[in-house]
Every structure is written in structure tokens, then in C-alpha cells.
């Protein structure tokens, strides 16, 4: 059989390797949607067989389109495929009728087991063209510089990355962590409040900085946390004295070191590096965004900034973290993700 597969990511790169991943007979019924409501509009228009679903992205997220496809009854299969590896992400996809959960990076062995499960018959030939098309879908290189594309990478990286740490930090807390879509940007220190849109500038913050280098490539992680957050994170790491600023310091650094310790392991194991971390340094406590980030000017000249805004469903809670390469660490970032790219 033959499949009419639609591949739905907001990332290229995703989308192009998850095509290559698959069997070579069904690359002519491959069709592409950048968001949910494009593939909406795909499934509207003709018939497709099989959908690979992103959870987080702009404009239709991947659960808008799981319950449309059930409202409209849909005759669609549906494997979702994402970087949110939360238990709870996993049960509300499977309960609104998707067939699998496969987590990102896609493994060749967990894809082959999902087009088992959607054909009756998958012959062993076309199972070892499946394991390999996916491994080596990776082994690409291209020379390029620092622009979509590259921003395309990271930011795909970063999914990744994120969903591992929002999936210690849901089972750490027993809750369900909401993944943004992250930003991948090159910016002046001077424009590095704008990186951190999500967080009001008159809104006071604490922040945390940790360094973090290996390999020719080097940065550092700032954790910025809502003051508003702190009553609800004490109740649910079961603090029940007063709150104060030594505790609230403590609350912070707990959540700093989870974050930015999942999200550093997360790239690193993606780009076949690993990361040394330095002490973490309190940036400030209950102030302003851009007074904290003028204070401390001195540590960032031009940077790569990469942005992932963490909420927690049900609960005031909200924080930003940011990974700050420095400018010379960006040639090597290059060469280390080069084998994702295609020619």
C-alpha cells in the first residue's frame, strides 16, 4: 500500500526529515502544512491516509487539530509527533483518537513500529528502507550562513531540548507544562529586553544566570521568573512556611537548575557535545526586566539568543529562559549542526 501521508510542522527541518524518513515509494503522496489550519485545509481539500502532527505551533496548535478532525469526523490516522514528552501530552493526544505518540528526534526503530501499525502489510524490505532512510536523514551538510535556515535548526533543536526539560519539570511537580514555540534570533545587548517580549517591562522579576561552555562554544543561561510566580511554585514543591526573599532565592534556583541543566542536555546530546556549567549568579531580585538586563549589560555584546517562555497549566506561573551564545560560538554551532541540514 501506498499511503497519501500530510506532514504538518512549523518546522521545515522537521518536515523534510520526517518526508526522508519515510519509504521511497510513498514520496509522490507527500504533502506539507506549515501550521494546523493549513493542514485543515488539506484534509478539506483531498484524501489523505496518514497525518504526522507537531503539538506546538502557530496559529491551529496540534491539539486544535486532533479535535477538529474528531468534531468533523475526519477519516484520517493521526501520529503525533513532538518535542512535549510530558505523560499528560501523551494521554491527551491519544485520547482525542491519535494512533501513536512518536518523540522527537524521530527513532527510526519507534517510526517503523507506527507504519506497522498503520499497514497490514509492511513487507521486511520496506522496513529496512524505513531504518535506513531515517538514519541517515541526519547525514546531510551544506555550507550556509546565519539566517532561516540556521535559525530553522535551532529552533527545531530547541524543541527538543525544551519539551525534555518541560517533561522533568511536569513530573517533578505533577502538573502539565505549557511549551511555547521557542525564538531564535541574533541580537545586540541593546536589544536583548525584546527578547523577552512575553514578560511586561513595569512586571518585577528575578533572574538567574548560569555559564555554561564545551567544545569551542560558549554562553549563558538566564532564567527570569515572575515574582508573581513564587506562591504558586512553593505549593507545589510543598513549602509551607513564609515566604521571603532567601526562600523565594531558593525557590528560584531550584527551578533555574532544572531548566537550564534539562535544556543544556537536551542541544548538547543533539549536536554530540556536552556542556560544563559555572556557578549560577543572582542577576536581581524583584525588578524590573530592563533595569536587570541594564545592569548587567557588560556580560553580552552581540549574541545568539535563543527564547522559551514555560507557563504551567492552572497556575500563575510563568518564566522565561534564555540561552546566550556568544558571537564567536556561532561559527562552531554551524559546523556542529551541518550534518542536519540538506544540500
Sequence with gaps: MVAAVLICDDSNLARKQMAKSLPADWQDKISFAGHGQEAMEVLKRQPIDLLFLDLNMPIFDGYQV?????????????????????PEARERVLGYGALDFIKKPVSAEKLQEVLQQFLSVHTEQDSKKVI????????LSNNFQLDAILRDVFQELTNVAMGQAGDLLARLLNVFVKLPIPNVNVIEVSELHMAVASVEQKTRTSAVCQGFIGGGVS??????LNDSSFSDIAQLM?????????????????????????VL???????????????????GQHAPVSEMIKANARRWKRTLAIEISYGIENHNIQCDLLLLFTEDSIKTLKYKVEFLLED
Excluded: C, T
Aim: proline share 3%; hydrophobic share 45%; no cysteine.
Design 66 to 86: 486532533l479535535q477538529a478532525i474528531q468534531e468533523q469526523d475526519i477519516p484520517v490516522k493521526v501520529v503525533v509527533v513532538s518535542g512535549d514528552i510530558q
Design 132 to 139: 535506513e532512510r531515517a538514519m541517515n536523514a541526519n547525514q
Design 219 to 224: 554562553g549563558e543561561a538566564l532564567l527570569i
Design 238 to 262: 510543598h513549602y509551607e512556611g513564609r515566604l521571603n526573599s532567601k526562600v523565594e532565592l531558593e525557590l528560584l534556583m531550584d527551578v533555574g537548575n532544572i531548566l537550564i541543566g534539562a
Design 265 to 283: 542536555k537536551g542541544l548538547a546530546e543533539q549536536i554530540d557535545m556536552s556542556f560544563s556549567q559555572g556557578h549560577p549568579v543572582v542577576l
